[in-house]
C-alpha cells in the first residue's frame, strides 16, 4: 500500500497494463519524450520503446481512427486526448464510428479501445482548456464511460478500461491529478465498471457525484455533519452504464436527493439521475430532486473570480445541503 | 513527376503507358507478374455479373423492390483490377459503399449482396442492420470491412489496421477504398500523412468518378489529379486509367509490393466514370451536362475488354454467350432467393451493444 496522486495511479496502470498484456501500446500527442504535458505516461517511452509510445502528428481525428483500427485488428490501444477541449474532431471515429462497430458488424468485429480524456476545470484553463464534455460521450449507446475522482479508482477502473472489450472512454478530472491524493494496493487490482461506490454513509440526504466536485461535496459532507446532518456521497464512477441501483437504493433509504457536477446543468447528467429517481422512486421522496450545477455560460472563463464564478464549490454545496435538508 | 494525363477525363482501353509512379521511376521493375489471357477472362467474367447484378438491383430500385442502390456501373473494371493484385486471403479490405465489384470479386456471391439490397434475414455483413454492402465479413479468411457511410471515416482506420500489423510484422497489405468526395475530408490527410511517416502497409486507392454527388471535380479541387498529392506526404502517387483493368491491375500490384517489402503507403488513383446518378435517390440531370454524359458509355470498360479478349484469341461468340447467360441465370437465381427470404425478426435487437455479459448489455 503506498499513497499516490492521481497521476501516478493513471501511470501505474498503464504501465502494469503495458507489461501485462502485448497488445496494449498507446498513442497521443507529446506523450513520448515530453511524457504527456500532465506527465501521466511519463517514462513509460523509455521502458517500452517508441513502437509501444507512439507520438503522434496533432491530428485528434487520427488518434481516434488510428486507435479504432488497431482495436479491431486485435490490439488494445490506449489512445491520449491531450485535453478534452480538443476532442471533437475525434469524435467522428469514436461516436460515430467505435461505438457502432460491434452493433453494425453484428459482433464480427469489435473495438476493444480507450480514450484517456483530462477535463474539467479550476485549473486556470479558461474558455478552451476547462470543459465538462462527458455527457457529450455518455449519451452513446455502445460506448462505456469512466470518470473515477480517488487514484484508488483510477488505478482499477483504467485496468478495467483497458481489459474492457468494448470502447472506453476515460475521463480523468485535470484538478485531481495532483491535488487529490489516496492510498492505493501495490500489484493488481481492478474495479468493475458500471459500479457507483458510497464514499460516505448517512441517512438524512443521498448526494451523488463525479470527478473533482465528489471531493467537494466530502467536504461539504463534513461541514454538514458538525450541523447534525447526515449525508450519504455516492461516487458514480462510471457515467454509462449508470449504476442507478445503488442511486435507488440510497435515495429509499433517506428520502432526499441531490446531484452534484461541473458540467452545465442543462443536459447534464444530473437530469438524467433525477428522471431515474423521478421513475423508480418518487414516493420514497421527501422533497424535489435538487441539482448543483455549472451555469448556463459556453465554457469557464480564465480569470480566478470568473473561474471561481463558474466551479461548484464546498460552500456552494453546502448551502444547496442545507436548503434540502431544511425542505 | 506524373506525366500529362490527357486521357484522364476520357479515359478509354488499351493505354497502359499512363501509369506512372510519382517519385518512384522504377514503377516497372516493382510491378506485378504479367497477366494472362485467362486472368483476363476471369475478370471479365466478374464484370459482367457485376454489371447484370446492377441493372438487376437498379431495376428493382426503380420497382420499389430494393430501398436505395450505389451503382457500381463504370467502377467495375477498377475494382475487379484492384482485387486482383492482392490477396483474398491475407490482406486487407477496407472499401465504400460503391464497392460491388470488389465485392463480388472477393468472392462474396450475387444471393449474400441481394440480402443486403433487400435487407433480408441472412445478410452477412451487418444481419441488414446496416444499408447493403456495410458492415464486416469474416469468413473464408476474408477481412473486409465497411463501417460507415460517412466518408473518408474508413482511411485513418484502415492506417490502424495496418499499423496493428506492423506491429505484429505481418506482411499484411490493407487497401483503403475511397471516391474523390472522400478525398476533401481532414481524416483523409491526416490518415495519409501518419501512414506515410511510419511507412505503413496501407494502399489508398481512390476512384475518382469526378462527381461528389452533385458537385463537380472542378469545385471539389484545383488539382488535375488527386494522385499528385501523394508526394506531399512522401510517398508514391499514381494515376491511372480506371477504364483499364490491367493497368489497375499493374498499379496495386506495384504499391502492394511496396507495401509489402516495407516501403510504405501508396496512394493509386483509378480515374473512372459514373454512369448513373449518384444513388437511386439521385438525379443527376438537376446538375450533369448531357455533353457530360456523351461519348462515356462508348468508352465502357466491359465491351473494350471484351474487344480485347476477342482480338487476343480468348474469347469467342459461344464463350461469351456462356459468360453473359451464366450471369444472367446466377442473378435471376438469386433475385428469386433473396425475395423467398424473410426479414430479420427484431429477436438480437439488443444484442451487441456491448460484448455479452458485460456492463451494459441488455440481451
Known amino acids: ?327 | 513527376m506524373l506525366s500529362e494525363q490527357s486521357s484522364s477525363t476520357k479515359p478509354g482501353l488499351p493505354d497502359n503507358d499512363e501509369t506512372q509512379v510519382a517519385g518512384s521511376p522504377d514503377h516497372n521493375g516493382v510491378g506485378p507478374p504479367p497477366l494472362t489471357d485467362a486472368d483476363l477472362l476471369e475478370m471479365y467474367r466478374t464484370m459482367v455479373l457485376s454489371r447484370t447484378l446492377d441493372q438487376r438491383i437498379w431495376q428493382m430500385n426503380r420497382q420499389g423492390r430494393a430501398a436505395i442502390v450505389a451503382s457500381a456501373q463504370g467502377h467495375e473494371a477498377a475494382q475487379v483490377g484492384a482485387v486482383r493484385a492482392l490477396d483474398p486471403e491475407r490482406d486487407r479490405f477496407y472499401i465504400y459503399y460503391r464497392e460491388l465489384t470488389t465485392m463480388l470479386a472477393l468472392g462474396i456471391t450475387p444471393l449474400e449482396l441481394l440480402l443486403g439490397f433487400l435487407a433480408k434475414e441472412g445478410e452477412p455483413l451487418s444481419g441488414a442492420r446496416q444499408f447493403p454492402l456495410h458492415g464486416a465479413i469474416d469468413r473464408d479468411r476474408r477481412d473486409i470491412v465497411s463501417f460507415s457511410n460517412v466518408v473518408a471515416t474508413q482511411l485513418p482506420q484502415a492506417v490502424g489496421v495496418a499499423l496493428a500489423d506492423k506491429m505484429r510484422g505481418e506482411k499484411r497489405v490493407t487497401i483503403a477504398y475511397f471516391g474523390d468526395g472522400a478525398a476533401s475530408m481532414g481524416e483523409t490527410h491526416e490518415a495519409m500523412n501518419f501512414a506515410s511517416i511510419h511507412r505503413l502497409p496501407v494502399i489508398f486507392f481512390c476512384e475518382n468518378n469526378k462527381y461528389a454527388i452533385s458537385v463537380p471535380i472542378s469545385k471539389q479541387m484545383n488539382i488535375e489529379s488527386v494522385a499528385t498529392r501523394a508526394s506531399a506526404y512522401g510517398m508514391p502517387g499514381i494515376e491511372v486509367n480506371g477504364f483499364d483493368p490491367v493497368a489497375v491491375y499493374e498499379a496495386v500490384g506495384a504499391a502492394a509490393n511496396l507495401a509489402r517489402s516495407g516501403q510504405g503507403p501508396t496512394l493509386v488513383e483509378a480515374v473512372v466514370e459514373r454512369f448513373l446518378p449518384h444513388t437511386s435517390d439521385d438525379d443527376d440531370t438537376r446538375y450533369r451536362p448531357p455533353e457530360d454524359l456523351e461519348g462515356i458509355r462508348d468508352l465502357d470498360p466491359i465491351p473494350a475488354t471484351e474487344k480485347i479478349l476477342r482480338e487476343n484469341g480468348a474469347l469467342d461468340d459461344a464463350l461469351d454467350e456462356e459468360i453473359k447467360s451464366s450471369a444472367q441465370k446466377i442473378v435471376n437465381q438469386a433475385t428469386e432467393d433473396a425475395e423467398n427470404a424473410p426479414f430479420p425478426e427484431p429477436h438480437d435487437f439488443y444484442e451487441q451493444v456491448y460484448a455479452p455479459g458485460s456492463p451494459g448489455d441488455q440481451s
Not at chain 1, 513509460?44 to 481512427?65: C, S
Not at chain 1, 453484428?106 to 470543459?131: E, F, I, K, M, N
Not at chain 1, 455527457?135 to 483504467?158: E, I, R
Not at chain 1, 468493475?192 to 451523488?208: E, L, W
Open chain 1, 1 to 327: 500500500m503506498a499513497e499516490m496522486t492521481v497521476i501516478e495511479a493513471v501511470r501505474e496502470a498503464l504501465r502494469e497494463e503495458m507489461e501485462r498484456d502485448s497488445t496494449v501500446f498507446m498513442l497521443g500527442e507529446d506523450i513520448g519524450a515530453r511524457g504527456g504535458v500532465f506527465l501521466a505516461t511519463e517514462g513509460l517511452l523509455e521502458q517500452f520503446g517508441p513502437e509501444r509510445v507512439i507520438d503522434t502528428p496533432l491530428a485528434e481525428a487520427a488518434i481516434g481512427g488510428i486507435a479504432l483500427g488497431a482495436a479491431v485488428n486485435g490490439m488494445r490501444p490506449v489512445a491520449e486526448i491531450e485535453f478534452g477541449d480538443f476532442v471533437w474532431p475525434a469524435v467522428n471515429q469514436i461516436i460515430g464510428e467505435a461505438a457502432r462497430v460491434r452493433y453494425g458488424t453484428q459482433g464480427r468485429r469489435t473495438a476493444p479501445l480507450v480514450l484517456r480524456v483530462p477535463y474539467g476545470g479550476g485549473v486556470r484553463g479558461g474558455l478552451y482548456h476547462s470543459q465538462s464534455i462527458e455527457v457529450a460521450f455518455s449519451h452513446q449507446p455502445g460506448l462505456k464511460v469512466v470518470a473515477p475522482a480517488t487514484p484508488y479508482d483510477a488505478k482499477g477502473l483504467l485496468k478495467s478500461a483497458i481489459r474492457d472489450d468494448d470502447p472506453v472512454i476515460f475521463f480523468e478530472h485535470k484538478r485531481t491529478y495532483r491535488l487529490v491524493k489516496g492510498d492505493v494496493p501495490d500489484g493488481d487490482y481492478t474495479i468493475p465498471i458500471g459500479k457507483a461506490d458510497v464514499k460516505r454513509t448517512g441517512s438524512d440526504m443521498t448526494v451523488v457525484s463525479y470527478g473533482l466536485v465528489l471531493h467537494y461535496c466530502l467536504e461539504a459532507a463534513a461541514t454538514l455533519a458538525e450541523e447534525g446532518i447526515d449525508v450519504e456521497v455516492i461516487d458514480l464512477r462510471t457515467l454509462r452504464p449508470l449504476d442507478t441501483d445503488t442511486v435507488l437504493e440510497s435515495v429509499r433509504k433517506t428520502s432526499k436527493a441531490m446531484v452534484v457536477h461541473e458540467d452545465t446543468k442543462a443536459g447534464g447528467i444530473g437530469g438524467e439521475i433525477s428522471a431515474v429517481i423521478a421513475e423508480e422512486a418518487f414516493e420514497d421522496l421527501d422533497a424535489p430532486v435538487k441539482r448543483v450545477a455549472g451555469p448556463e455560460v459556453p465554457a469557464m472563463p480564465f480569470s480566478p473570480l470568473l473561474e471561481a464564478e463558474f466551479m461548484p464549490s464546498a460552500e456552494k454545496i453546502a448551502v444547496a445541503m442545507r436548503e434540502l435538508a431544511a425542505y
